[in-house]
Nanobody, 128 residues
Framework: QVQLVEGGGGLAQAGGSLRLACAASGRTLSSYNMGWFRQAPGKEREFVAA????????YYSDSVKGRFTITRDNAKNMVFLQMNSLKPEDTAVYYC?????????????????????WGQGTQVTVSP
């Protein structure tokens, strides 16, 4: 079992930046593909970004490509989401998720069903 805890959310103005962090405990993250998802009020949880076990490959939704960057530090058991040029439509609860260990699926899965472990979420609010 791996436990995930997100942090770094908060209030930002449009055009601003936030950096989310996801800390893992219980297992080393190096054998898990990792993803970030978000859920706005009244909407389904949607894929944001994913990163392979080594960090060498990343994948983004079209809505955040070029603005958000996912990275990981396996030595510190952490995953990050740098969010730049924020827009009001980025407002949501952001979740960190882990797929593994040693998943047979693609690191770039956008389906919530592929991920086995989830954090509790952190709120991101972007004002106009």
């Amino acid at each position: 079992q791996v436990q995930l805890v997100e942090g770094g959310g908060g209030l930002a103005q449009a055009g601003g930046s936030l950096r989310l962090a996801c800390a893992a405990s219980g297992r080393t993250l190096s054998s898990y593909n990792m993803g970030w998802f978000r859920q706005a009020p009244g909407k389904e949880r949607e894929f944001v970004a994913a990163i392979s076990t080594s960090g060498g490959s990343t994948y983004y939704s079209d809505s955040v490509k070029g603005r958000f960057t996912i990275t990981r530090d396996n030595a510190k058991n952490m995953v990050f989401l740098q969010m730049n040029s924020l827009k009001p439509e980025d407002t949501a609860v952001y979740y960190c998720a882990a797929d593994g260990p040693y998943s047979s699926g693609s690191y770039s899965s956008t389906s919530t069903a592929e991920y086995d472990f989830w954090g509790q979420g952190t709120q991101v609010t972007v004002s106009p």
